[in-house]
């Protein structure tokens, strides 16, 4: 069902035309038949593929009201049965995912989307081991809180539960396929999994082992599907099934991101980028500011919780040639200001505009001295993405001004922004990390695939 658009079909269905002898009339009349009906062939198949995805997603609706009164102990059995097929199907889960790195050679994929691609002995030990991890989690489902005794006698609580059905739509990683429906399950919702075109035989073969994990635990296999066609209607379709769909939740760079979110007629848990923080304060202790920085932008330079500017109040512009020397040594490129560049050596290059609004993803720093804490927030709130910002200081009411008035997703006192996770944050594993306010915000848990009902418990009470 992957076929070229109407248009370029229309395009690629002219004439062959080798010789001006060969340009009849005649031939071109029935050039012209064969395009219509090639175009209109294609028309009947984006056709299909939206039909095919809305069935896909009324099956995962009808699921979710299985999986809602379904027990904890069942979609555990789920998780770990799904264990199991994985490590009885090692050896073609390895075989499927070869032709998606054969062919990802032969289109000309970079060494960063093939390493992501890839699925190793190591990688698909480490899923065996999330499914464990997964199933051994609290369940966040049916549990109720808050409840208050009224006036009127009745008494009022609250109960966390399903969402329903979510989407996950994600690039290159075909361990996302599992690692996705598994938090999903575990919170009781159904998942429709969408992968990119270049690992369609890993998450095929991955999925077969999720049904095999549903049938064996006695859930309907709608409970968890991956959408079997690349053909880039499905997404089109899946973003807006709003009639089926709960949430929609992507996971890849920044223009899949805003493609999805920019059509998308389902709620999207996201966050485009992550232009990080760290703000050295005039009061910060030397050692602390040099290890924070070191660690936030060197750890792992690829990931969205990683530095990508450090802002220096002037009174501690001193410790700036140390910090830039230690990340130079490093390997990272640093970007600064006019007052950076005349401070040290080792800040090579000048910032522009630009700079302060670069997810660099890569060994780049951008660094700016400021006025103090008003112009380092001034800054944060023009340039940041909201996802992670951090302050180094040992005073505690500019620390604290800093939690209240930084509007970001996670804010920090004398910690690395690397620490902006759902494991490290305690909450098991997460499926992604919001920059929104609505719902979830800051790296999502199991919780946060959930939502909560009031929950009303009476004795005959009526209202007076």
């Known amino acids: 069902m992957n076929r070229v658009s109407p248009l370029t079909a229309a395009y690629l269905t002219t004439p062959d035309q080798k010789t001006k002898d060969q340009k009849t009339q005649k031939q071109v009349t029935k050039d012209q038949v ?68 054969a062919r990802g050679r032969e289109t000309g994929l970079d060494a960063a989307l093939l390493d992501r691609l890839e699925l190793t002995p190591v990688r698909l030990e480490g899923l065996l081991s999330s ?32 969402l329903g059905v979510i989407a996950i739509i994600y690039e290159s990683r075909p361990n996302v396929t599992v690692e996705a429906a598994s938090l999903c399950l575990k919170a009781g919702n159904a998942a429709i999994l969408r992968g990119g075109s270049e690992a369609i035989e890993s998450n095929l073969a991955l999925g077969a082992c999720l049904t095999k994990g549903m049938n064996a635990a006695g859930l309907p296999a709608a409970a968890v599907q991956v959408v079997p066609t690349t053909d880039r209607a499905a997404v089109g379709a899946l973003i807006t099934a709003s009639e089926s769909v709960d949430l929609v939740i992507p996971r890849g760079g920044k223009g899949l991101i805003e493609r999805i979110s920019g059509s998308a007629t389902v709620p999207v ?23 924070i920085t070191l660690n936030a932008k060197t750890q792992r330079c690829g990931t969205c919780n990683t530095l990508e500017t450090l802002l220096v109040a002037e009174a501690a512009a001193g410790q700036l040639p140390a910090i830039a020397q230690a ?53 944060i709130a023009r340039y940041s993405s909201g996802h992670t910002e951090s302050i180094v200081t040992e005073n505690h009411s500019v620390a ?26 305690g909450l098991g594993a997460e499926i992604g990390i919001s920059t929104d306010k609505l719902h979830a915000r800051g790296p999502v848990g199991l919780e946060g695939l959930t939502s909560s009902k009031y929950v009303v418990f009476g004795d005959g009470h009526i209202r007076q």
Request: net charge negative.
């Open 269 to 291: 848990l996201k966050h485009l980028d992550g232009i990080c923080h760290v703000y050295i304060d005039g009061e910060a202790d030397t050692d602390k500011a040099l290890a």
């Open 131 to 162: 499914l464990q991890q997964v199933a051994a989690l609290p369940d966040p489902v049916g549990a109720i809180d808050h409840v208050r005794t009224m006036p009127s006698g009745i008494r009022v609580g609250k109960m966390r539960v399903p």
């Open 400 to 425: 604290m001004r800093f939690l209240r008035e930084v509007d970001s997703s996670s804010v920090m006192i004398n910690a690395s922004t690397r620490f902006a996770d759902g494991f490290e944050y």
């Open 34 to 101: 064969m395009t219509q009906q090639a175009t209109k062939e294609q028309a009947m198949t984006a056709n299909d593929v939206e039909q095919q995805v809305r069935e896909l997603a009324q099956q995962a609706k009808l699921a979710a009201r299985v999986l809602a009164g379904a027990s904890a102990a069942s979609r555990n059995a789920a998780l770990l049965a799904t264990c199991e097929a994985l490590h009885e199907r090692r050896d073609s889960l390895l075989e499927a995912n070869a032709l998606d790195m």
């Open 327 to 379: 990340l130079a040594a490093a390997g990272v490129e640093l970007r600064g200001c006019e007052r950076a560049l005349a401070l040290s050596p080792d800040i090579t290059v000048a910032a522009t505009e630009e700079d302060w609004q670069t997810e660099y993803l890569a060994p780049i720093l951008s660094v700016k001295v400021v006025a103090d804490l008003e112009a380092a927030m001034a800054h």
